[in-house]
């Protein structure tokens, strides 16, 4: 039967609106086929996401490794304690925490940016949605091979841009560990602002034109225009859009891996580098759980902040 | 039918919509030198954003000496040779890659689609117990940030014994919370007349499911298949580890794993770089909405 069809008939008249979910839902005979619908996703759900957190969590109070089958004996809390006295740990909390300072500041106010200009375009919006959104989705791999090539040291586009300006070559960006990150945040604001942009344009367009046409006729500036209707009106994207950026920031990992491995020495090391190293170079499993729970915690932290928001924003609109 | 309520129909005015608000007279003039800078601005902005893939091309695009002498080289000179693209194919890793990442983002986008649309069908459609607790169990899934289980994932897919084959890359991808969660709104949106005609016509749930609901659905099949291909496609963590096998790596850790061997082939280096982005280029090119659709969706809902 078609789509159209289906319409025309009359009794689609006679359901009317089911006000209570429960009428509206497929009767009590399927309650095993509700079953059915949901058990292959929740097989995956529980093997790969739910099944990983909890033996995360308990083997984090073990010494467990890769070079033994099972658990290993009991460790007590003596893998945190030993995760939160390294210094190395420290290290990597700090330089994700310095990378989430350097990104997310820039990926948002430069996103905001283009997106505002970007709206008062009139022709070719194409051209800087895909100027600005396509490195979004090119592979991790290709982003740090072409930026790994633009900061090599002496002859590299970069070292040669910043030549005219006068400033010595140096180590070249990443070569210094003053610098790496600031070289791994500069790659990271061009791969990832299309996504800020994006989300900043689909806002901007649900703010109602009349607002800017009132305050033209109130002899707003276009400037004006920005600070009291565009920058109130997108605040609940903005405040969605510091939340993402925090937690996809804490989970950096490809960028680094990819154009400086840690390095030079750990002044580039982050979170998910130390734990990968710690589970599979030094085959620590037990203590590589306990630092992932420990990121984990922060991650899921600042998670529910973004679900109690969204929740309340929703209300708030209803 | 009215689709108001789906994401396509509210994505759709964010993306093609682009005039810019009308000025009052009294604001006109400066409203429109106002436009014109900032469009110069923006034309700035957007070149020099394009800077680095176009100078990723030209690299590749030249010879491996050349390319070796610095950007001032590589810029200068006018004789584009596809001799690096050359070497890859020839060399025949690329090809081991290609599959592996084709093959595993298929698998993965496919069965994604399937089970999350199955699992959402019955939370936005059928009466059972533990309703509110599966809602929960979705909604603290998309609060996991699967990276962070890299190790225990790992530890569980050598016990399975399945390490080194493509479902270690697609087994752990299958459960993206989010596909759930985006098929629920859009299912929630459709009105229940339609399945409704269906019933009395005496149709079973799995019949309401397949030849109902999911041919109203294809926009968001659609934007569910590329993201999670993209996704996969782009994934580096996972198939990092799973994966030592050189011939069944993925494209992105094939690169990162000859990375070192090709020493000063800067030229072959960009031209890698190139081909493991190529077919999303091309996928972007011809679904570029789809794909902007579904990254701003997933953004402002997940």
């Known amino acids: 039967m078609t789509t159209a069809e289906a319409v025309n008939r009359p009794a689609m008249a006679v359901p009317k609106k089911a006000s ?37 969590l308990i083997s984090s109070f073990f010494n467990t490794s890769t070079v033994r ?23 990597a909390m700090w330089h994700t925490l310095q990378f989430t300072i350097y990104t997310v500041p820039p990926l948002v106010m430069v996103a905001f940016v283009f997106a505002v200009l970007t709206n008062r375009v009139r022709r070719g919006q194409w051209f800087f949605r ?15 091979l072409i930026w790994v090539f633009i900061f090599t040291p002496g002859s590299g586009l970069w070292a040669t841009i910043v030549s005219w300006f006068g400033v010595a070559p140096g180590a070249g960006v990443l070569g210094d560990p003053n610098t790496a990150m600031i070289g791994i945040a500069i790659a990271t ?71 400086t491995a840690g390095g030079p020495g750990i002044s580039t090391q982050v979170a998910l580098g130390l734990i990968t190293n710690t589970g599979f170079t030094d085959n620590r499993i037990g203590a590589a759980s306990a630092a992932s729970v420990l990121l984990f915690i922060v991650i899921v932290a600042i998670a529910v902040i973004r679900q109690l928001f969204d929740r309340s924003a929703a209300r708030k609109a209803a | 039918m009215s689709t108001s309520a789906t994401p396509r129909a509210r994505m759709k005015s ?23 800078v900032t469009t ?30 610095g950007a001032t080289a590589i810029l200068s000179d006018w004789n584009p040779t596809l001799h690096s693209y050359a070497a890859l194919f020839n060399a025949g890793d690329i090809w081991n890659w290609y599959l592996a990442s084709g093959v595993t983002s298929v698998i993965t986008a496919a069965l994604t689609v399937l089970f999350a649309s199955m699992a959402a069908f019955a939370l936005s459609r059928l009466n059972f117990r533990g309703h509110n607790i599966v809602y929960l169990l979705v909604i603290l899934g998309i609060m996991i940030p699967s990276q962070v289980l890299i190790v225990p994932i790992f530890q569980e897919l050598g016990a399975i014994n399945l390490l080194n084959t493509y479902w270690s890359v697609i087994f752990p991808q299958i459960p993206a919370v989010i596909a759930v ?24 749930i799995w019949k309401i499911y397949w030849s109902v609901v999911m041919p109203l659905s294809r926009p968001v099949i659609a934007a569910v298949v590329i993201l999670t291909f993209v996704g996969v496609w782009n994934n580096l963590l996972l198939p990092l580890f799973v994966l030592s096998n050189p011939n069944l790596m993925t494209i992105p850790v094939g690169l990162a794993t000859v990375q070192g061997s090709f020493g000063q082939r800067y030229a072959d280096i960009q031209a890698g770089a190139v081909l493991a982005a190529l077919p999303l280029i091309i996928l972007y090119l011809i679904f570029q909405r789809q794909i902007v659709e579904g990254v701003t969706g997933s953004g402002l809902k997940g």
């Not at chain 1, 292959?40 to 790969?48: D, E, R, V």
């Not at chain 1, 895909?130 to 740090?144: D, V, Y």
């Not at chain 1, 002899?219 to 920005?226: D, V, Y």
């Not at chain 2, 700035?44 to 030209?58: E, N």
């Open chain 1, 189 to 259: 604001l061009w791969w990832t602002l299309g996504f800020n942009f994006v989300l900043y344009l689909a806002g901007l367009q649900e703010i109602p034109r009349d607002l800017y046409e009132a305050a033209a006729v109130d002899g707003a500036t276009a400037w004006g225009q920005i600070r009291y209707i565009t920058i109130p009106m997108l605040s609940r994207t903005t405040t969605l859009v510091i939340l993402l950026q925090i937690i996809a920031s804490l989970k950096i990992f490809d960028q680094v891996y990819l154009m």
């Open chain 2, 14 to 36: 964010p993306i093609s919509a682009a005039a810019p608000a009308r000025l009052g007279a009294s604001g006109k003039i400066s409203g429109r030198t106002f436009t014109t």
């Open chain 2, 181 to 204: 969660f985006i098929f629920k709104q859009f299912f929630d949106g459709i009105p229940r007349e339609l399945e409704e005609a269906a019933r009395i016509d005496g149709a079973g």
């Open chain 1, 20 to 56: 209570a979910r429960q009428r509206s839902m497929i009767g009590a005979r399927n309650r095993r086929g509700a079953w059915l619908f949901l058990a292959p996703f929740g097989i995956f759900y529980l093997a790969f996401l739910l099944g990983p957190t909890v033996w995360m």
């Open chain 2, 40 to 69: 110069i601005v923006l034309i700035v902005f957007a070149i020099v954003w394009l800077i680095p893939s176009l100078f990723a091309l030209k690299t590749s695009l030249s010879e491996n000496g050349t390319a070796a002498l």
């Open chain 1, 130 to 144: 895909l100027a600005f959104f396509l490195p979004f989705i090119l592979p991790s791999a290709t982003i740090s």
């Open chain 1, 69 to 91: 089958p099972g658990l290993g004996s009991f460790a007590g809390f003596a893998n945190y304690a030993e995760m939160l006295t390294r210094a190395d740990f420290w290290s």
